[in-house]
């Protein structure tokens, strides 16, 4: 099976930062898009940033300038390096990965369990 797990999720002041990262394991044949969504208190879960296994990047206009999407492709991991955090940045934070397994054709959607992030004087 193939799991993604988050760390590095917290409380921080505005104005601090924090470093998330996502793991996947399992029996992984190739990993596509890796990414980042959040969801507040009240809201839908939306896209944060995402990076393709070439490297291109996609951000969320409220977090561009902010935060940076990276990856180590040989460690199966991604990151997320968020700076000049704002109270209205605090959510759960998910891990996400298109992953094609070991003895599949075809990429299926995983994600993690949630990281919260919390940003508040």
């Known amino acids: 099976q193939v799991q993604l797990m988050e760390s590095g999720g917290g409380l921080v002041q505005p104005g601090g930062s924090l470093r998330l990262s996502c793991a996947a394991s399992?029996?992984?044949?190739?990993?596509?898009?890796m990414g980042w969504y959040r969801q507040g208190p009240g809201n839908e879960r939306a896209l944060v940033a995402s990076i393709s296994s070439g490297i291109s990047t996609n951000y969320a206009d409220s977090v561009k300038d902010r935060f940076t999407i990276s990856r180590d492709n040989d460690k199966n991991m991604v990151f997320l390096q968020m700076n000049s955090l704002k109270p209205e940045d605090t959510a759960v934070y998910y891990c996400?990965?298109?992953?094609?397994?070991?003895?599949?054709?075809?990429?299926?959607?995983?994600w993690g369990q949630g990281t919260q992030v919390t940003v508040s004087s």
């Open positions: 399992g029996r992984i044949f190739k990993i596509y898009d």
């Open positions: 996400n990965a298109q992953i094609i397994r070991y003895g599949h054709g075809i990429s299926q959607n995983y």
